[in-house]
């Protein structure tokens, strides 16, 4: 090994980095995503469908806070339909949390990670 820390005929390491600086660099990340994730945990997202019938709230752990139905949505002949509705809203919901997941994970550009 060379006296900088890297390997030899690499100039000193990765791209210039000393094996040191690249595990600093790596724990850094490290916190920084699971700061990011924690964030987005306690985030809330929402949806609704079938102007307003249904409302659905998840966490950004998707977890479902709470699911809002109004009693016009409710026919007691057409319960498909409702199910449908709230599916559609649940999945929607989720949906919007992926996004975020993807948004704000993604920054980190870590090959096989996502």
């Not at 724990?27 to 699971?34: I, P």
């Not at 990011?36 to 998707?62: C, I, M, P, R, W």
């Not at 016009?72 to 919007?96: G, T, Y």
Request: hydrophobic share 40%; glycine share 12%.
């Amino acid at each position: 090994m060379s006296k900088r820390g890297g390997f030899p005929g690499m100039g000193g390491g990765f791209g210039g980095m000393n094996l040191n600086q690249l595990m600093k660099e790596a724990k850094k990340m490290q916190a920084d995503m699971e700061k990011s994730q924690t964030e987005l945990a306690a985030k809330e997202f929402d949806a609704s469908v079938g102007g307003g019938a249904v409302y659905v709230k998840v966490s950004g752990n998707k977890e479902v806070k709470e699911i809002t139905i109004k009693k016009e949505a409710v026919d007691p002949d057409d319960v498909e339909m409702l199910q449908d509705l709230i599916l559609s809203c649940v999945n929607e919901a989720l949906r919007k949390v992926d996004s975020a997941q993807a948004q704000e994970l993604g920054k980190y550009n870590i090959p096989g990670m996502m």
